[in-house]
DNA sequence: ATCCATTTGTCAACCGGTTGCCAATAATTG
DNA sequence: CAATTATTGGCAACCGGTTGACAAATGGAT
């Protein structure tokens, strides 16, 4: 091998220092270029374009390349082509359990896929939510909004921007991803109406909350077609402490069978009635929502219509992924995932006191 | 005001596009120079480096930038200086409950103070921990790792290139965030004495487990200290399946009374003994680590050594932060969160049997 | 050997900020 | 009022890749 091209002469006292490695890591694409002896832009078009340089070429800069630990610099082609193989995920709450299947399934996603995922909080705040994901914009190729609750608005004028995938709710003209609830629910009707009981609750979730509508929806019109009385009662918060709350008005209802908005509902729930000795499933049946983590940890273990989160989170990841790498034109239609009834203990025959 | 400086002329037909805005989202800072009538590198300087130009033109440029709702290029800005506001925290496990307190600490933090969170998932694996690592180093000002399972050299070697934080691991040169276990666990200990308790049982943790050995450390010299006998027994995983299964060898050891590494084995031990017809506290008292999410919802609720985990991931990204901040020449500590003991119902006296 | 159609590599102009250096201006002092 | 010093703003060269336009090289057909 001889030495290609521009040697170490020249280094007398002229000003040439471009692309000069001062000591820090990192090679750089003008390193590769020189030790395979070719131009920059040939080796970019290697790195990047298959099929663009010759095989032999490509090659001689892969060897370089490899013999350097070359890396690209993310930022460097970031800015000329606005890609970043970044997307974001921003959840309601962190704290709310239901979001860690979905933080992981999408996560597993974007590693698979060489995308890296960046997840950033709502608390709760729409307001937060917003700016959020307005920040977040700038550097990401993509988002996720799980459970958004900012407005449809506000979202399609996101999603005007850059691809946007919602799970938890639907919104005209974004693609979302969301459980349908009416197998699950119809499955834990007919098994409550089988039991034995007559009149249902439902305690609801946020009144904002698009997902407890549907939920409700669901309940009212699994009992109707079951001749079953359906009841709805308004909760607080989602949260174990605002089931505890919600048991005095459970009880005043004269429901026997109570489905809860999601599942932090219902084991607060559970719990207050059985401190007050309530004996559940006897006395009443308790059915959540999703199957978080935990729920099978409480006695009786929770009845609960799962959601398969993890899914939700991964085939949201998956659909922007697609949208990503096509060209983008595809619908905004809604990807449906199956509910099921998860059957434990808190459910059962209704024994009748006497 | 007068028109400042080259209006719309000579826009003939020279090849001059330099910085033309075309029709994309995102103002630049030459717009702004445009509208301000100075120098892109004076608003550069404006936007950054604070008392650096006149009040007035300072001024000027804010309102111009205002109105044209400019935003930093991250890219742009990254790649000049290297600084991405941006820090990565990999976490060991994601379905872990553990770690989704840290999470939601250092997020909490990293928003607080301006920086986003890039979250990834090692799947316990060690090799995926540090790939990961590795490709992360390239795209953020700083590292937090939880719980990491890669030797104490990779972690070392990773934190020459940049600032590293370890959570639940003391590894030296290399700041860290450690729950101090003593304290919990001699109020367990003490609390476990006075009830009567003679021997006691420590489940253990993943062999290679930092922490667990830690822990069993804790739970034996607590109990030479209360004159109690300490047996330890291992775990085949740290799961609530692991608890079940370490079960059998419970009631072999004896004890009646145990430690085990983590919530998870706790509950699933707790759950396979009350299958068994054991009788939870009166019986066996159960202790577990960490307050989790869900530790309550058993029933009797869990007994446990809770580690501020919230503060274990806010406490690293405040010393993550605090080195970028300053020129990181800080002494590499360890900082020590305190535990304690939460008395719940699994543990309490022990009714002997007649 | 000549000419045309491809393939392959080079040039140079970006992407949008940052920053060292220097000149112009303003403020301070004699 | 002149001389000196402290501020402030402008110029231009980067950071490290990408890409359109174009020329050189290669190959095939005549």
Redo the contacts with the bound molecule.
Sequence with gaps: MTEPKTPESAATTG??????R?G?S?????DI?KVA?????????????P????????KLIEDAAAELH????P???A???GRTSTFGLIVADITNPTFFDIIRGAGTTATARDYTLVLADAAESAVTELTTARRMMATVDGLILASPRMDDDDIRALARDKPVVVINREVDGVPCVVPDVNKGISEAVRSLAANGHRKVAYVAGPAQSWMSARRWDGVRSACEWSKLDAVRLESTKPTVDGGRQSARAVVASGASAVLTYNDLLAIGLMQELQAAGVVVPDQISIVGFDDIFGADFTTPPLTTVRSPLGECGSGAATILLDRLAGAGGETAGTLSVETELVLRGSSGRLIVAR
Tied chains: 1, 2.
């Design positions: 000003p040439v220092k471009k692309h000069g001062d820090k990192g090679a750089t694409i003008y270029a002896g070719v131009n920059p832009s040939t080796v970019s078009r290697a790195l990047s374009k099929g663009r340089v010759s095989a032999k070429t490509q070359y890396q690209v610099n930022f460097a082609r800015l000329p082509t």
